[in-house]
């Protein structure tokens, strides 16, 4: 399988001079193609306050039409029809909003996750499920991630999209998140989603825009969840691992990195001496 790093929705939090990436993976397999994430689309760009609601006077979308996934895909050459399956880390509307572009395909998310999008509960569920986001009415296809994988508790590999692509629980930041990985030959790449913001919160540094931390804070289902995410990742960033390439959806810097080494095809390790 061979992936493409795509920005589907540039961010730019007051208190965060970096600015944030909506990081979607493209990825080619045999059958088709596959979205890690669908960023924002273009239903997103026409109707930002009933489609993202509240939440984007705080995170501030550029909502730009080029940057969407559909508009990306048609400019590297590739067939829209051809995207068959989505699958996706969780359902707020920087990781859905893109879905209605490709109504066609399957999306593929955990059940827990599907329960609380569809059945939202308190404030927090209730503000960040809209069902405008799902107007399309989308093709779900659950799963219940179980089986352990490399450290991992519970994960479920794809096969029916395609394997070597894993969905891996990881609940904290929504009921049912997840993270996914996926198999390209000389390397794993891991998109944990939003297990974590900014790198800073897993590389030992701990230089994370209080923006950030306090944005984390108050969207997460569960906060003590979201910190044993942190351990477990902090252990992969601090473990030279070769052939892993750990990615999140928002750190401007991590998605640039993961073009310059699919550019390059030849990462070694989690990250770089000196990182």
């Known amino acids: 399988m061979k992936v493409h790093h795509l920005n589907c929705g540039t961010m730019r939090p ?17 059958t088709g193609l596959v979205l890690v994430d669908s960023g924002l689309g273009l239903s997103d760009v026409a109707d930002p306050a009933a489609r993202f ?19 990306q895909l048609e400019r590297l050459g590739f067939d829209p029809r051809d995207v068959r399956d989505i699958v ?21 998310l955990t059940a827990i996750e599907a329960k609380a999008a569809l059945h939202p509960k308190g404030f927090v569920e209730k503000g960040r499920y809209l069902p405008t986001q799902r107007d399309h009415h989308p093709n779900y296809v659950l799963h219940t991630p179980g089986e352990p994988w490399r450290g991992f508790a519970a994960a479920e ?35 944990a989603g939003d ?16 923006a950030l931390t306090a944005m984390e804070r108050l969207v997460a289902h569960d906060m003590s969840a979201v910190r044993a995410n942190h351990e477990r990742l902090a252990e992969l960033w601090a473990t030279p691992t070769p052939g892993l390439l750990l990615v999140n959806a928002h750190d401007p810097v991590l998605f640039r990195r993961a073009q310059q080494f699919g550019a390059t095809d030849h990462p070694d390790r989690l990250h770089q001496p000196g990182d």
Not at 94 to 103: I, M, R, T, V
Not at 195 to 210: E, K, L, M, S, W
């Open 88 to 108: 996706i880390t969780h359902f707020d509307a920087d990781h859905s909003g893109g879905l209605a572009d490709f109504p066609w395909a399957r999306v593929h």
């Open 195 to 210: 297990a974590f913001y900014h790198r800073g919160q897993i590389d030992g540094t701990g230089q994370v825009p209080r």
């Open 53 to 71: 609601g509240p939440s984007r006077l705080f995170v501030r979308p550029r909502f730009d039409e080029n940057e969407s996934a559909i508009r």
């Open 157 to 191: 590999e794809l096969t029916d999209i395609a394997p070597g692509l894993v969905m891996i629980s990881l609940p904290g930041h929504t009921r049912g998140h997840a993270a996914v990985a996926v198999d390209i030959g000389e390397r794993w790449i891991l998109h």
């Open 14 to 30: 007051l208190g965060t001079p970096e600015g944030l990436v909506c990081h979607v993976l493209l990825v080619e397999t045999d």
